[in-house]
């Protein structure tokens, strides 16, 4: 496809689709796409584009004749890198290769370049020291009357060319930032008990300029004495400007290291904080220092801003280092451990990135700095340039390349090829375009009232021999209702919401798709319908952006091996994963054994990290504590258990909200005895004895209860017989009994009864 180079010739060829009318739109349309600059090119039936990739103009018939420039690069200056500092004259030091080349873009040609960067050893270093003055600052000020002898100890360590500066500041002298009343002018420390004498307070005060002396700088420390301000932020930003600007005063060198230490005990004000005392006039950035070699704006500028602080101190190369009086060495050693390249002024349409080689010999991707160096080593980034389009007028351009804190630098001149080279070749008034126009690249422009191919029609001319040349295809409408034909050409409509071309009037640049209300969401061109995005973004609008340096994991993986980098952001395919690159998986099945090699490599200095030495980089975001006993009932945590000689290993960890993992390791490894063949032999025994009597228990219950149950019947079928135990129903009594009913008289009595 078109990214990898290759252009698919059977799908949409971007370079006709086009509907390029020029040589100079043609090589805007993409980068593969060259222009026929011959003069009868193509087929009288049909029409053949001019704007076409190269192998489709060849088969066409225009070989020789393509109009087709490339992206090109130029070393101007390439001096080799210095490997010593102070060994050579300050202006022969290189740590930048190379120092100047020139590119000539073409817009979408992306081109590249490789830069190598060297911290020289026994670099010259300028160190000034800034120290707050104020009351709170006493005991410090006492505690660094040697400070200039340690100071220059240490350092000879690194360098032997080195210098010291030393210069103080207070606060503004103004109320409410000072104590303003008479009373306190000479003296603002009067009635305050504890320190009862001071001196008068100041904003700046360069006290001594740069020099290898360090008596010098001790001799000075010796001789301040503190000042009293009213509120507890300091004016040290007005400080750190005017060191920064006023380099000749300073004495900063421009073949040194500039390292501004700045020694205070609490906040400094910021821009705004002058409105307090009636200061609206913002910071000018310029050096203010008068002929005492004091701030002499203090009481006329509001204090500067962060952006104009930081803009200054790039600026003029310096190395900020807010600091107490014992780090200076170890800081120093930190900021000459990284190498970050910086670019300025870089062009609106033109692209960078950037792919760094640090020590390891490993890319990175969209990265432009490179850590945990040694003074002497040497990394390199591969930088790719590309033009996005056509500046006005074709002017050229320049940016800079610089490593921040050095003074080297690399120069890039930028040319563009957005013209063609046919067009020397004009021919006003052609023959060859009827001598009404001018003949250029294989085409006539028409003087004005002249239309056709070769100029040979009038405008107003019309009829029904030109109407069928007017029609994209048999049944459509002419010049596709868009426009009107004159002379086989259509001349398109104008419409209020952009432009309508084509051959055929087919195209218009306002008809493509639109992200949030905005045509191909600003980063691409509405060509004929479809947006053709600008160099770094793709999509039906262009809002997806294909930089994938957000997608960088720490490991240098894409999203961390656990999803797609899609529009510039990760979306996470791993099932529990999460993270701005996934990095974080408490479920995946590899998330044990990667906490599992940060556990050996920082606690005991083995496995796979510990051997390539990558250990401090990818476990820096891991906390470790190792305990006696593991808590493993934490539903938040996870637990991972690894054999280790026999014995088992086991620890829990846990995503914190800052980003970090928390790993909790047991001190010694779990180790399980031999099991004992006496207790297993008799354990055996006793289980079969037991269900020996449990099926024994059972199998009485069984027989008990069927017992019963018989029984039971046997009771009921007793109950329901219909004679006793002792009588026979065959046996007949010999005696039989009947009864009379009579009446009679006797005595005159009546009688009523029976008789037997």
């Given at each position: 496809d ?27 349309i993409?980068?593969?796409c ?31 004749e ?6 090109s ?25 190379p ?24 670099y ?16 410090d ?6 400070l200039?002898t340690?100071?220059?100890e ?31 002018q ?91 005392g ?9 050096c203010?220092?008068?002929?005492a070699?004091?701030?002499s ?30 780090a ?10 990284k ?80 013209t ?6 004009m ?17 006539c ?65 306002f ?23 600008h ?16 997608c960088i994991?720490?490991?240098?993986q ?34 044990c054994?990667?906490?599992r ?11 796979g990290l ?9 476990c ?7 305990v ?7 539903q938040?945590?996870?637990l991972?258990?690894?054999p ?17 993992s ?6 010694k490894?779990e180790?399980?005895?031999?099991p ?37 019947r ?13 009588s026979?129903?065959?046996y007949?009594?010999?005696i ?15 009688y009523?009864?029976?008789i037997?």
């Amino acid at each position: 496809d078109l990214e990898h180079g290759m252009p698919l010739y059977s799908c949409l060829n971007i370079c006709t689709s086009g509907s390029a009318t020029s040589c100079e739109e043609c090589l805007l349309i993409h980068p593969k796409c060259a222009w026929c600059s011959k003069e009868e090119f193509g087929s009288t039936k049909f029409i053949t584009s001019r704007c076409d990739f190269v192998e489709n103009l060849i088969t066409n018939g225009c070989a020789g004749e393509l109009e087709t420039p490339k992206s090109s690069i130029n070393i101007v200056e390439n001096l080799p890198l210095s490997s010593k500092g102070s060994s050579l004259t300050l202006s022969d030091v290189t740590q930048i290769m190379p120092q100047k080349i020139s590119l000539n873009l073409r817009p979408g040609d992306k081109t590249s370049f490789r830069v190598q960067v060297r911290q020289v050893e026994d670099y010259p270093v300028d160190l000034y020291y800034l120290m707050d003055l104020s009351l709170s600052m006493k005991d410090d000020l006492d505690n660094i009357r040697n400070l200039g002898t340690k100071l220059a100890e240490e350092m000879r360590k690194l360098t032997s060319n080195f210098r010291l500066g030393f210069g103080s500041f207070v606060d503004k002298n103004i109320s409410p930032f000072s104590y303003t009343a008479p009373r306190y002018q000479n003296n603002p420390c009067i009635g305050y008990k504890l320190f009862p004498h001071c001196v008068p307070s100041f904003g700046f005060r360069h006290l001594l300029s740069l020099t290898d002396k360090v008596d010098r700088f001790n001799e000075e420390v010796q001789k301040q004495k503190v000042s009293r301000n009213r509120d507890a932020p300091e004016g040290g930003f007005d400080a750190i400007l005017q060191a920064a600007v006023c380099k000749e005063k300073i004495g900063w060198r421009k073949e040194a290291s500039h390292l501004l230490v700045f020694t205070t005990d609490d906040v400094p004000h910021i821009a705004l904080d002058g409105k307090l005392g009636g200061l609206v006039q913002p910071h000018d950035g310029q050096c203010h220092l008068n002929e005492a070699n004091e701030y002499s704006a203090s009481n006329q500028l509001d204090y500067p801003s962060l952006a104009l602080l930081g803009e200054k101190l790039a600026e003029n190369n310096i190395h900020l280092i807010f600091a107490v009086t014992k780090a200076h060495y170890i800081l120093y050693k930190s900021i000459r451990s990284k190498v970050e390249l910086t670019v300025w002024d870089n062009p609106e349409d033109v692209s960078l990135t950037f792919t760094a080689t640090c020590q390891d010999g490993l890319l990175y991707p969209g990265l432009r700095k490179c850590e945990e160096l040694q003074i002497g080593d040497t990394v390199s980034f591969e930088v790719s340039v590309e033009a996005r389009s056509c500046p006005a007028g074709n002017t050229s351009h320049s940016f800079t390349i610089k490593p921040a804190g050095f003074r080297d630098t690399l120069e890039v001149e930028i040319a563009y090829s957005c013209t063609c080279g046919c067009m020397k070749q004009m021919e006003w008034n052609s023959s060859k375009c009827s001598g009404n126009g001018t003949y250029t690249c294989g085409l006539c422009e028409c003087d004005s009232g002249y239309l056709g191919s070769k100029c040979e029609c009038e405008e107003g001319e019309s009829g029904n021999m030109y109407q069928n040349m007017c029609r994209e295809a048999e049944g459509k409408p002419v010049c596709s209702g868009r426009g009107e034909c004159s002379c086989n050409q259509c001349i398109c409509y104008k419409s209020e919401f952009g432009r309508i071309y084509g051959l055929f009037c087919e195209c218009n640049d306002f008809s493509c798709a639109r992200y949030k209300g905005v045509l191909c969401s600003g980063h691409g061109d509405c060509h004929c319908g479809e947006c053709k995005c600008h160099a770094g973004y793709i999509g039906d609008n262009c809002n997806c952006s294909t930089e994938t340096n957000r997608c960088i994991s720490n490991d240098s993986q894409m999203c961390s091996g656990r999803g797609n980098c899609v529009c510039g952001k990760c979306q996470c395919t791993e099932p529990g994963a999460f993270g701005e690159t996934c990095e974080k998986c408490p479920t995946c099945p590899g998330a044990c054994s990667t906490k599992r090699d940060c556990i050996e490599c920082m606690l005991h200095n083995s496995g796979g990290l510990a051997d390539n030495q990558t250990c401090p980089k990818h476990c820096k975001d891991e906390i470790i504590t190792r305990v006696d006993v593991l808590k493993t009932d934490d539903q938040h945590s996870v637990l991972c258990v690894y054999p280790v000689n026999d014995c088992v290993m086991k620890f829990t960890y846990s995503e914190l909200p800052s980003g970090k993992s928390n790993l909790t390791v047991l001190k010694k490894p779990e180790c399980g005895s031999a099991p004992n063949a006496l207790t297993i032999l008799l354990a055996v025994v006793g289980i079969i004895l037991l269900i020996g009597i449990v099926l024994l228990v059972v199998w009485k219950l069984l027989v008990t209860i069927h017992d019963r149950r018989e029984f039971a019947r046997f009771q009921s079928e007793r109950s329901r017989a219909r004679y006793e135990m002792a009588s026979n129903p065959l046996y007949r009594k010999p005696i039989s009994t009947h009864s009379l009913d009579f009446t009679f008289n006797k005595l005159s009595k009546s009688y009523n009864g029976t008789i037997d």
